[in-house]
Nanobody, 124 residues
Framework: QVQLVESGGGLVQAGGSLRLSCAAS????????MGWFRQAPGKEREFVAA????????GYADSVKGLFTISRDNAKNTVYLQMNSLKPEDTAVYYC?????????????????WGQGTQVTVSS
């Protein structure tokens, strides 16, 4: 079992920044691929970013490339999502997820564990 706890969400004005954190416990963190997903009201959950075991392999949704940065600290069992130049359309609940097996990181069906989510609201 893996427990994931997100933090760092909140209300920010358009153009602002937030950094989300996701603390993991219960399994060797360095052997988990980690992803961030989001779900806006009335929409399906979508892929945002993911990072492989060592941190060098990353992937992003086209909508956040160059604006968001995913990183991980295996010593702290934590994955981060730095979000810059936020827009109102980034408003959503952001979820952290962990993937045990090696699989496509952008596909949420490949993730085994999920956090409860943290709300990000961007005002215009």
């Amino acid at each position: 079992q893996v427990q994931l706890v997100e933090s760092g969400g909140g209300l920010v004005q358009a153009g602002g920044s937030l950094r989300l954190s996701c603390a993991a416990s219960g399994r060797t963190f360095s052997r988990l691929a980690m992803g961030w997903f989001r779900q806006a009201p009335g929409k399906e959950r979508e892929f945002v970013a993911a990072v492989g075991w060592g941190g060098a392999n990353t992937g992003y949704a086209d909508s956040v490339k160059g604006l968001f940065t995913i990183s991980r600290d295996n010593a702290k069992n934590t994955v981060y999502l730095q979000m810059n130049s936020l827009k109102p359309e980034d408003t959503a609940v952001y979820y952290c997820a962990a993937q045990v097996r090696i699989a496509t990181m952008a596909d949420q069906l490949n993730y085994d564990y999920w956090g409860q989510g943290t709300q990000v609201t961007v005002s215009s």
